[in-house]
């Protein structure tokens, strides 16, 4: 059976997981890349993701592996493995295999944490990382609420996603928008800017959607992608709401999304409903254009008419995350 999609991984930082959601000294097995991979803070509080198969005699770190000081150890012969993929210890050999002494054994990739996320950079070839996370500062001020997380695995890719904001005319078909939304792009380096705004259904006082469309409200949204795994929005009313999306390969036919919302703590009773009310609103819009990702193929050259938003420009902008 042919693949639904013939493209491979571009590279960039993709989040793997919550900082909070891993403690000191533990360990996962975490599949992302087309790879089985193994995630383990050391005992210093140092994250770290390496592939996950011993070189020794080929067990899973992740299942059984120890954290020892900064390294994990293999629960097969207890070979030891730190953060930068080089053996630490050999507990029963006189030397160190000539193979393994001073040597890099298992892939690691470039690890950093921000935005209450952890983020590995990948590139197939194992180049260093040629641009950075961008810092959400909402996300570290105590003047904003706590995080609320949804998550959903999909088989599609990294680039779907993407081209559906670029996507203008299905906001209206799929997701009952009043009229299409006026948006302006802005493309540099690795970075994508849209503003867009629009009118979009109201939200009653109970902080429920109208999707009659008898009424509206203007929305303006600021949206940020940095390279392919990192979209920063700013959706704003009376009231703000920022979102950061994460889209990390589970391989080259399946996508794990995460959004993450954060909300001004000063705000009234009444405006907290509203912003609940948005947050629930672009959550079921995902889940809306869920089926037609998994459900449509990608075309390389599709019949695009004038009113179907810069997707052309976004394909060419995202060009430059592939390795052929």
Not at 41 to 61: N, Q
Not at 68 to 73: A, K, L, R, Y
């Amino acid at each position: 059976m042919s693949k639904r999609y013939d493209k491979p991984i571009p590279f960039g930082w993709y989040a793997i997981e919550y900082c909070e959601q891993l403690k000191v000294g533990e360990v996962k097995p975490l599949s992302y890349f087309g790879k089985e991979l193994v995630l383990f803070r050391s005992e210093t509080g140092e994250a770290a993701l390496l592939d996950a198969y011993c070189p020794h005699l080929g067990a899973h770190l992740g299942h059984g592996g120890i954290v020892q000081g900064e390294s994990i150890s293999c629960p097969f012969h207890a070979w030891k493995f730190d953060g930068n993929g080089m053996c630490t210890n050999i507990p029963y050999a006189k030397r160190m295999p000539p193979k393994v002494d001073g040597k890099q054994v298992v892939g690691n990739y470039p690890v950093v944490e921000r935005n209450q996320m952890i983020w590995a950079w990948y590139h197939p070839q194992g180049d260093e990382p040629s641009f950075e996370v961008e810092v959400v500062e909402e996300l570290q001020s105590e003047q904003w609420t706590a995080i609320d997380t949804f998550d959903w695995k999909i088989n599609t890719i990294t680039q779907e996603t993407g081209e559906n904001a670029a996507d203008i005319a299905h906001f209206v078909t799929v997701h009952s928008a009043v009229e299409m939304p006026n948006g302006k792009v802005t493309l540099e380096g690795h970075r994508r800017c849209t503003l867009m705004d629009s009118e979009s259904a109201a939200i009653d006082e109970q902080g429920t959607v109208d999707r009659s469309g008898d009424t509206t409200d203007s929305v303006r949204l600021e949206s940020w992608n940095i390279g392919p795994g990192q979209t920063i929005q700013r959706f704003s009313r009376m009231f703000d709401i920022i979102m950061l999306g994460t889209i990390t390969p589970i391989d080259d036919q399946s996508i794990h999304l995460r959004f993450i919302f954060t909300l001004p703590k000063e705000q009234s009773e009444m405006n907290k409903l509203f912003t609940h009310g948005v947050r629930d609103e672009i959550v079921h819009q995902v889940e809306q254009d869920i089926p037609i990702w998994e459900n449509k193929v990608y075309l390389e050259s599709p019949i695009l008419c004038d009113g179907d938003g810069p997707i052309a420009k976004y394909r060419k902008w995202f060009q430059q995350f592939y390795v052929s």
